[in-house]
């Protein structure tokens, strides 16, 4: 298992923007660097879903609902993964959390605490 640690969100105003960020700290960077990593959320009484994903010199994915608006990079000497979120919807309110995926997208760690994201005005 692998220690993730999600942080950076908070309360915006729809409209605005919110940096998140994923760190390993136990890992190394030859570890890191081949993992691919997404970004998931949570949104209360909905199942959690992937918002964007992203492989070391690979273009990155994003879900629909997201495409635009978000984007997901990572910093492999710093094992660290960033999701930068503008154009804030009250619908992106959600708990967020990231992951390394497997060749199917699913998740393979236990999931963190993650960071919530509450957009309202």
């Known amino acids: 298992q692998v220690l993730l640690v999600e942080s950076g969100g908070g309360l915006v105003q729809p409209g605005g923007s919110l940096r998140l960020s994923c760190k390993a700290p136990?890992?190394?960077?030859?570890?890191?660097?081949?993992?691919?990593m997404g970004w998931f959320r949570q949104a209360p009484g909905k199942e959690r879903e992937l918002v964007a994903s992203i492989a070391t010199g690979s273009a990155p994915n994003y879900a629909d609902s997201v495409k635009g608006r978000f984007t997901i990079t990572r910093n492999n000497s710093q094992k660290t993964v960033y999701l930068h979120m503008t154009a804030l919807k009250v619908d992106d309110t959600a708990v967020y959390y990231c992951?390394?995926?497997?060749?199917?997208?699913?998740?393979?760690?236990?999931w963190g605490q993650g960071t919530q994201v509450i957009v309202s005005s």
């Open positions: 992951n390394a995926l497997s060749t199917t997208n699913e998740p393979k760690n236990n």
């Open positions: 136990r890992l190394i960077f030859s570890v890191f660097s081949p993992m691919v």
